[in-house]
C-alpha cells in the first residue's frame, strides 16, 4: 500500500514530520517497506539568475557568468559552457559542495582556463531530469530567485509504502491509516466529509441479486447510481499527480475516481458506460461455457464457482476483480452507472487464484472491504464524478442488504495485563479503543466493546489487547525474567536426540564431515535405495529430481560425493544424520546417521603420503565406522550379529548387515553394488555404512549409576597362537566364536592376526591364525593347564568349522 | 717401578685403550676375573708374613680398587658414547609432513553446530527439545494452527502435498515446527516449556529461498506468562547467541494466523557492505516472529485460553547461522561441497555449551 504525505494529510490533521509518521506507522503494525522523497535529490538546488555572461577570454565556448543566487550576497562567478548561457536567464544554480545527481560528482570550487569558478547552472540531465544536455535550464522570469527548485516544481510530497498485514483490510486506505496514527497521537482524525447525494431521478438502471441459496454469500449487496450528462476526460493533475505517486496510471477522470477512492477508503468501485448496458445489471455465479474479454486486455473463462457481473445481454465482469472491456466507460462516456457492492473474500480470494488475477480490487474484498462503507463510497464516488466530470445523478438503487454484523466482545480490562504485562489505567484502554472506532460500554473494569465493521479480524479478547498494546506500544511493556522451574536444569534431551547429537560427533571425529542434504530425492534414486512408494511422492515437487521421500540417506550422499568429485575432489569421506521414511505415518520416520568415502578416503587418512600410501575404501572401513558409531552410542558390540544379507543397493560379497536377530536389524556396511554406482552415474569405489539410531536397543534403566567393582587380575595373562586350516568359505566370526566359548572364564580375548590363501595352503582353503590370550583367575597356569586349554581351543574349532591345525 | 706399579699401570692403560664395552670386559677379567692378573697377587698374600702381608696386602688391595673404579668411569664413558652413537645414528628428518588426523579431517555442519548452541542456552533456560514429523496432516500443520480454511498457505503452490488419499485427505511437508506446538500441548500438561528445531519445507527456491530450511520454535505454556516474559527470553536469547553483551530489539506488532498479539522483532545492527553486526549500530534487522498463542489454538489442544495462556516464537536456523558466522548464500547449505562444508563447518569436539562461551 502507497500513499502520499499529502494525501494522508487530507484525513490527518497533524504537525507530524515525515520521520515521525514513517517511525510511527512501523511501531504500531504499518511496516515501511519504503519512502520515496522526489524531491530529496534536487533539495540542494536553487533558483537563480544571470546577471551578466561575458566571453571567457581564454576559451571560445566558455562564458563567464555572474549569478543572483538569491541569498542577497555578492554575485557569484560561474563558469559555463551553456550555448543559451545568457544575461537574463533565469535557471537552476548548484553550489560548490553539491551532489549532482547526473554526474555523481560532488561540486568544487574550481578553476577553468584562470577563471575560478563556484557553482554551476545545471541542465535537465545533471538533475535527472530528462536527457537533455544542450543547455542549462531555462525558468519563466518571474521564477523566484533563492527559492528551493523541488518546493518550485511542486515535488515535495514524499511517497511512503507500507506492508499491510492480511488482517488489515481497513489500512488498504489511507483513512484507515490516518485514523491508527491519530490514535497513536499523531493527530486528529478529519471528520468525514461524504454526504448523502440527493438524486434528481429514479435510477434508470436496474439492479439485481440472482444466486441460489446456497451462495448466496457471494454477494450479499449490490448498489449503483446514474450520472447522466457527464464529460469524461482525463482527470485534473493533483488526481492525476496522487495516481502516478502510488504507482497508478491515469486513465480518464471516471476511471481514475474509483482507484482514486479505492486508496482514500480502501472501497473499490466500477464504472460502465451505461449507453454500453442492456437490462438489469445483475451479480450471479458464472456459468461453464461464459467468458469475456477483461480491460486488462485478456479473455477470461469463468464457471459456476465464480462471482460475475452481467446484464441481460452476458458477463460484464468479474466481481471484485476486474471488470470488461465491452461496457467499460470512455472518453466518449456521457451516462455513467457507478457500482459500488460487497464480494465474499474467500470466493474472491479463489477465482482471483484460479484466474491469476491480482488487482487492486481482488487485493481489498479477498481481505474484506467495510460492509458498512457500500453506500457511503457510492456517496464519495458520485460526488466525484459531479465535481470533476459534471452530470445529474439519479437516486441510488441497492439489492440485498450489506452484511454488517454487530460484534460485541465483553472485555475485562485485566486481559491486557494478563497477557502483555502492561498494567494501564482503564481510561486509557477506553482511549485507545475509542480513538480506533470501537464503541466502549460499561463501567469499571468490564467493559463491552462494539466492534468496527471495517474490522473483521477482531473477533475475541486477545484481539482487543493486540490493539491496546501495539497503540500504546509494545516498548512498554518492560522484560520480565521468565521464573525458573527448578534450581538446575533436568535432563532436556530425548534418549533419541542425545543419540542424534553424538552421532554427528562421532562420525566428524572419525574424520568425516557432515553434510546436509535433501530430504527428497529422484525417483530414480528413491527406487535404487528400496523407496518410491507412492505414499511418499510429492504431488507437486520442485523438480523431478525432488519427487520422493528419501528412504535412505545413502543416495543423498553418494549424489553429493559425485559433485564433489567433478570439482576434483574425489577422496571424501561425508556423513549425515537426519530423517528417512518408509511410510507417511510419524511412526515410520527414523533417524539415520550414515558415513560413506569414496577413493582412499580412509580414516589413516587419504590419497599418497611418504609414510605409505593410504590404498582404496574398503568394506572395512565401512564396518569400522559402523562400529565406532555403535560402541560410542553404547551399544555393546559384542552383541552384534554381522551377517552377509545386506540390500540390494551393495556389494553382495562386500557387505553386511548389522543385527540383534533376524528381526532387529539396526544397519547395513559394504560396498555399493557397482551396477547402483552405474545407475547413479559417479564412479567408485564408494562404500557406505547406515545405522538406523531407533534400532539400537536402549540400555535398561539402572537403579544406580555406579559401576560394578573392576575384577583385575593380578597375575600375568599367557598367549597362545594357533593356525587353523579351513575352508574358504568359513567365517572368521565361527573361530572366534569356537575359540572365545572353548573355556569359559579363562579365554580372555581372541585375535584374528593372520589370513592366508595360496599354494600352501591348497585350493578352497585358506589359514587362519589366531592368537588367544588365556587370563589366569585365581593362581599362575601351569604348561599342563595352558596344553588342556590350548586342547580344547583346537578341539572347539575343529568341531565348529572342520578346522585343522595348520602342521 | 715395583711390580705393581707396573702391572697397575699397564691395566690402566689398557683400560683407557679399551676401545669398547667388550674390550673393556676382557680387560676386567684380565685384571680382576678369578685368575685376573690383580687376582692372582691377592691369592700371593696367604704365603707371607703377617707384616708383610699387611703393607703388600694394602698395596694390592688399593691398586684393586683404583682399577676397579676406572673401569667403572670407563665403561660410562663407552656407554655414554655409544648412546650418542646410536642417537646419531636414529636420527631423523623431522620435517617431514605428517597425516593429519581424523579429528582435524573431521567437521560438524553449521546448521548441527547452531542447534547445538541453541539447544545449551534454552536448556539453560529450562527448555526441553521437542520434535515432530516432517510429513504432517492438513490438521496438525494449518487448522490446529487457526489458519483458516481459504488461506493461501494451504495451496499447492506455497505448500508440498503429498497425493490425495481414498478419503480425499491428503498429507503434507510441514511448512514451519509449529505442528508440534499442537503435538506437544495435546501430549503433556502445561507448565510446557519447548524449543522445536526441525526441518521444513515450502514450495520455493530462488537465491534467498530453499525449498527445505530449517527452523526452531519455542513454546511456553503456564498460567502467567505474558509478552514481557516473551521479551526477556528473547533479548537473553539473541545476546546469548550472538555472544555480544547488549543488544537492541525492537518489537513491531505484526499479523500470524496462530498468535495474537502478534509482533516480528528487529535486532539492532550495522551493516557494513555484507557483513552484518549484531550489537552494534543504529541500523535494524527483522530477524524472527513471536506472540501470544491465539486462544484459538490453546482451545484447539484442549485447553481453556481463559485458563492457561502463553507464547511462541520461531526463526530460520540457516537464516541465524549466517548471520553469526557470516555465509552469503543458504543455497550453498545443502550442497555439501567439502570445501565449504571444512570452510565453515566446526571441528568435532567445538561442544557449544555456556561453560566457556558457545563459542570460546
Known amino acids: ?807 | 717401578m715395583s711390580d705393581l706399579a707396573s702391572l697397575e699401570t699397564e691395566i690402566l692403560a689398557a683400560v683407557d685403550g679399551a676401545a669398547d664395552e667388550a674390550a673393556l670386559e676382557g680387560v676386567r677379567v684380565a685384571a680382576l676375573g678369578k685368575k685376573g692378573s690383580i687376582s692372582e697377587l691377592l691369592k700371593t698374600l696367604g704365603a707371607m708374613s703377617p707384616d708383610e702381608r699387611r703393607t703388600r696386602g694394602a698395596a694390592i688391595n688399593e691398586a684393586k680398587d683404583r682399577v676397579a673404579a676406572a673401569i667403572a668411569d670407563r665403561r660410562g664413558v663407552l656407554r655414554r658414547a655409544a648412546i650418542e652413537a646410536r642417537l646419531s645414528r636414529e636420527t631423523v628428518d623431522v620435517t617431514l609432513p605428517v597425516r593429519p588426523g581424523p579429528l582435524s579431517e573431521g567437521r560438524i555442519h553449521p546448521i548441527s553446530q547452531v542447534i547445538d548452541e541453541i539447544t545449551a542456552i534454552f536448556a539453560d533456560m529450562g527448555f526441553s527439545v521437542a520434535e515432530g514429523p516432517d510429513i504432517e496432516t492438513d490438521h496438525y500443520n494449518f487448522t490446529a494452527l487457526n489458519f483458516p480454511a481459504d488461506h493461501p498457505a494451504r495451496e499447492m503452490h506455497d505448500t508440498f502435498f503429498f497425493n490425495p488419499k481414498e478419503d480425499g485427505s491428503r498429507l503434507l511437508l510441514r511448512t514451519h515446527t509449529s505442528p508440534v506446538q499442537i503435538r506437544t500441548m495435546i501430549s503433556q500438561p502445561p507448565p510446557i516449556r519447548v524449543v522445536i528445531p526441525g526441518r521444513t519445507y515450502r514450495c520455493d527456491s530462488d537465491a534467498t529461498h530453499t525449498p527445505m530450511f530449517h527452523q526452531v520454535e519455542g513454546l511456553v505454556i503456564d498460567r502467567s506468562s505474558h509478552f514481557g516474559h516473551l521479551k526477556w527470553i528473547l533479548e537473553e536469547f539473541l545476546k546469548a547467541f550472538f555472544e555480544v553483551d547488549h543488544v537492541k530489539t525492537r518489537f513491531r506488532p505484526s499479523f500470524f494466523p496462530f498468535t495474537e498479539p502478534s509482533m516480528e522483532v528487529d535486532v539492532g545492527c550495522r551493516r557494513s557492505g555484507s557483513e552484518i553486526r549484531i550489537g552494534e549500530g543504529d541500523d535494524w534487522l527483522e530477524i524472527l516472529g513471536c506472540g501470544m498463542v491465539h486462544p484459538n489454538v490453546i482451545r484447539n489442544c484442549g485447553l481453556d485460553p481463559d485458563e492457561v495462556q502463553g507464547f511462541a516464537w520461531g526463526m530460520g536456523i540457516d537464516r541465524i547461522a549466517m548471520l553469526k558466522y557470516g555465509m552469503p548464500d543458504l543455497r550453498a547449505f545443502f550442497d555439501a561441497d567439502v570445501r565449504w562444508l571444512k570452510h565453515y563447518g566446526f571441528r568435532p569436539l567445538d561442544l557449544p555449551n555456556l561453560l566457556g562461551g558457545l563459542t570460546s
Not at chain 1, 202 to 212: E, I
Not at chain 1, 347 to 359: C, E, F, H, M, V
Not at chain 1, 683 to 692: D, K
Request: with cysteine; hydrophobic share 45%; aromatic share 6%.
Open chain 1, 1 to 807: 500500500m502507497k500513499f502520499t504525505l499529502s494525501w494522508l494529510k487530507d484525513h490527518l490533521d497533524t504537525e507530524a514530520s515525515l520521520n515521525d509518521v514513517v517511525e510511527a506507522l512501523t511501531m504500531i503494525g504499518l511496516e515501511v517497506e519504503g519512502v520515496s522523497d522526489p524531491s530529496a535529490a534536487i533539495k540542494p538546488f536553487t533558483i537563480a539568475r544571470v546577471l551578466t555572461a561575458d566571453k571567457h577570454p581564454n576559451a571560445d565556448k566558455l562564458r563567464v557568468l555572474t549569478v543572483d543566487d538569491g541569498r542577497g550576497g555578492e554575485p557569484v562567478q560561474v563558469v559555463c559552457g551553456a550555448p543559451n548561457a545568457r544575461a537574463g536567464l533565469v535557471g537552476v544554480f548548484a553550489a560548490p559542495g553539491t551532489h549532482i545527481p547526473g554526474t555523481g560528482i560532488d561540486l568544487a570550487v574550481g578553476t577553468i582556463r584562470g577563471f575560478e569558478s563556484r557553482g554551476m547552472m545545471c541542465s535537465e540531465r545533471e538533475l535527472l531530469m530528462s536527457e537533455a544536455h544542450d543547455g542549462i535550464i531555462e525558468l519563466p522570469a518571474d521564477a523566484p530567485v533563492g527559492t528551493s527548485f523541488a518546493d518550485y516544481l511542486g515535488l515535495g510530497d514524499p511517497v511512503i509504502e507500507i506492508a499491510i498485514t492480511p488482517n488489515r483490510p481497513d489500512c488498504l486506505g489511507v483513512r484507515g491509516i490516518a485514523r491508527d496514527l491519530a490514535a497513536r497521537g499523531l493527530g486528529r482524525l478529519k471528520p468525514d466529509t461524504v454526504e448523502m447525494v440527493r438524486g434528481a431521478y429514479p435510477c434508470p438502471v436496474p439492479v439485481a441479486l440472482r444466486f441460489p441459496e446456497t451462495a448466496e454469500n457471494a454477494c450479499p449487496v449490490f448498489a449503483g447510481r446514474l450520472v447522466r450528462g457527464v464529460r469524461n476526460g482525463p482527470s485534473p493533475k493533483w488526481l492525476q499527480d496522487r495516481l502516478k505517486a502510488v504507482g497508478l496510471r491515469p486513465i480518464s477522470a471516471l476511471v481514475d475516481i474509483t482507484n482514486y477512492v479505492s486508496y482514500d477508503r480502501g472501497r473499490p468501485l466500477h464504472v460502465y458506460d451505461a449507453a454500453r448496458l442492456t437490462g438489469t445489471v445483475h451479480a450471479r455465479l458464472g456459468r461453464a461455457g461464459e467468458s469475456f474479454l477483461a480491460l486488462d486486455g485478456k479473455t477470461y473463462a469463468v464457471d459456476e464457482t465464480m462471482t460475475v457481473i452481467a446484464d441481460d445481454a452476458g458477463v460484464l465482469g468479474l466481481g471484485g476483480i476486474i471488470g470488461g472491456e465491452a461496457s467499460g466507460s470512455t472518453e466518449a462516456t456521457t451516462d455513467v452507472f457507478i457500482e459500488s457492492a460487497y464480494f465474499d473474500p474467500n470466493r474472491t480470494a479463489r477465482t482471483g487464484r484460479k484466474l491469476g488475477i491480482n488487482s487492486d480490487a481482488r487485493y481489498r474484498f479477498e481481505r474484506g472491504v467495510d460492509p458498512a462503507f457500500v453506500l457511503a463510497g457510492l456517496e464519495l464516488a458520485t460526488m466525484m464524478v459531479i465535481e470533476l466530470c459534471g452530470g445529474e445523478p439519479s437516486e441510488a438503487v441497492m439489492a440485498g442488504q450489506p452484511p454488517v454484523v454487530v460484534k460485541v466482545v465483553d472485555f475485562p480490562v485485566s486481559e491486557v495485563k494478563r497477557l502483555s504485562g502492561l498494567d494501564l489505567p482503564i481510561a486509557e484502554v477506553r482511549a485507545v479503543l475509542e480513538a480506533l472506532g470501537f464503541g466502549v460500554a460499561g463501567f469499571g473494569h468490564d467493559l463491552a466493546v462494539t466492534v468496527p465493521s471495517w474490522r473483521p479480524d477482531i473477533e475475541g479478547k486477545a484481539d482487543l489487547v493486540e490493539e491496546v498494546v501495539r497503540i500504546i506500544g509494545l516498548d512498554a511493556v518492560r522484560s520480565t525474567p521468565l521464573p525458573r522451574l527448578a534450581s538446575v536444569s533436568a535432563k532436556v534431551l530425548t534418549p533419541i536426540q542425545i543419540r542424534t547429537r553424538r552421532a554427528k560427533r562421532v562420525l566428524a571425529a572419525e574424520g568425516l564431515v557432515e553434510a546436509v542434504t535433501w530430504s527428497f530425492v529422484s525417483e530414480a534414486q528413491a527406487t535404487l535405495f528400496g523407496g518410491g512408494a507412492p505414499a511418499l511422492k510429492l504431488a507437486n515437487p520442485i523438480s523431478a529430481d525432488m519427487s520422493d521421500m528419501r528412504p535412505s540417506l545413502i543416495p543423498g550422499l553418494v549424489a553429493a560425493a559425485r559433485r564433489n568429485a567433478d570439482r576434483g575432489f574425489g577422496d571424501l569421506a561425508l556423513f549425515e544424520v537426519g530423517q528417512i521414511f518408509a511410510g507417511d505415518r510419524p511412526e515410520d520416520q527414523s533417524t539415520a546417521a550414515t558415513a560413506i568415502r569414496r577413493g582412499t578416503a580412509r580414516l589413516i587418512g587419504s590419497g599418497r603420503h611418504w609414510s605409505g600410501a593410504s590404498g582404496p575404501v574398503t568394506v572395512y572401513d565401512a564396518k569400522a565406522d559402523a562400529f565406532a558409531l555403535l560402541d560410542a552410542l553404547g551399544f555393546d558390540v559384542s552383541k552384534a550379529q554381522v551377517v552377509r544379507t545386506a540390500p540390494s543397493w551393495f556389494h553382495p560379497g562386500r557387505s553386511g548387515t548389522i543385527q540383534l536377530g533376524p528381526q532387529t536389524v539396526i544397519g547395513h556396511f559394504g560396498e555399493l553394488h557397482p551396477a547402483v554406482l552405474e545407475a547413479l552415474d559417479v564412479a567408485g569405489p564408494i562404500v557406505a555404512a547406515e545405522i538406523i539410531l531407533e534400532k539400537i536397543p536402549q540400555p535398561k534403566a539402572k537403579a544406580s549409576k555406579a559401576k560394578p567393582v573392576l575384577a583385575a587380575s593380578d597375575l600375568m595373562p599367557v598367549r597362545r597362537d594357533f593356525a587353523f586350516i579351513v575352508a574358504d568359505d568359513v567365517e572368521a566370526a565361527r573361530i572366534l566364536k569356537a575359540a572365545e566359548g572353548a573355556r569359559k572364564g579363562l579365554v580372555g580375548g581372541v585375535q584374528v592376526f593372520d589370513v592366508f590363501r595360496g599354494e600352501h595352503v591348497g585350493e578352497g582353503r585358506k589359514s587362519v591364525a589366531i592368537e588367544v590370550t588365556l587370563v589366569p583367575s585365581e593362581k599362575t597356569l601351569t604348561e599342563e593347564e595352558i596344553e588342556a586349554a590350548s586342547q580344547a581351543i583346537v578341539a572347539a574349532v575343529s568341531k565348529a568349522t572342520g578346522a585343522t591345525l595348520r602342521g
